[in-house]
């Protein structure tokens, strides 16, 4: 089956700092999908995209699509304690019908020192 | 906030004993799922459904069951649990039209 390879697994990093993670697979995916999970709780969507190419961002957050589409990238500008956390790339199975399922990366795990 | 509660929100039990998850939702969702997420593994699927009474296996369903009697309840059922079943549950939704799904808040389970 389809599988994303995140990386890294983990940064540790100063707050302040810039952060890039990646997403690749050897499938091709239509839709990006970042999460972020905070200690305790449940993932929460970030960003979704959709096109091949797309720039997308959310506040200190930005996304890219790649143009291959088989990748896709998440950077986090000056980074800050409340950014701590495991980051999870998504995307939808190829296949149709009935059959709407994701395929998770492992995430990455982010601390952020103060 | 896609109106998604989980109980119990946290549960011990012994091995063997019969479990039962709840995943409720509050805006009509065609599309619900139950995930386990365990240290290294990532979130992995274990049944999802696509309507009442309409439910599918995901790559770890072994062990559990699901039952869809509502549109707004999906519950999973480990009918004899097991120690390699502590873990931590999350239901999710799909948004309709898209392919994006949304999260509960979880439900850890503790097998002794």
């Known amino acids: 089956g389809q599988q994303l390879n995140q990386s890294p697994q983990s940064m540790f990093i100063q707050e302040g700092e810039d952060v890039s993670m990646n997403c690749t697979s050897s499938s091709i995916f239509n839709t990006w999908l970042w999460y972020k999970q905070d200690p305790g709780e449940g993932p929460v969507l970030l960003i979704a995209l959709y096109k091949a190419g797309e720039l997308t961002s959310n506040g200190r957050l930005t996304a890219q699509f790649g143009i291959t589409r088989k990748d896709s990238f998440l950077n986090i500008s000056a980074s800050i304690p409340s950014d701590v956390g495991i980051y999870f790339c998504?995307?939808?199975?190829?296949?149709?019908?009935?059959?709407?399922?994701?395929?998770f990366g492992k995430g990455t795990l982010l601390t952020v020192n103060p | 906030d896609a109106g998604i509660t989980q109980s119990p929100r946290h549960k011990v039990t012994e091995t063997g004993t019969p479990v039962t998850l709840r995943c409720h939702q509050t805006?009509?969702?065609?599309?619900m799922y139950w995930y386990r997420q365990d240290p290294g593994h990532g979130l992995r699927l274990i049944h999802y459904?696509?309507?009442?009474?309409?439910?599918d296996k995901g790559e770890v369903s072994d062990g559990y069951s699901v039952s869809r009697s509502k549109t707004e309840d999906f519950l999973l059922t480990l009918e004899s649990a097991t120690s390699s079943q502590t873990s931590v549950y999350f239901c999710a939704i799909m948004l309709s039209g898209t392919d994006t799904q949304y999260f509960g808040p979880g439900t850890r389970l503790t097998v002794l």
């Open positions: 805006e009509n969702h065609r599309y």
């Open positions: 459904s696509y309507g009442v009474k309409d439910t």
């Open positions: 998504a995307g939808p199975q190829a296949s149709g019908g009935s059959n709407y399922k994701l395929t």
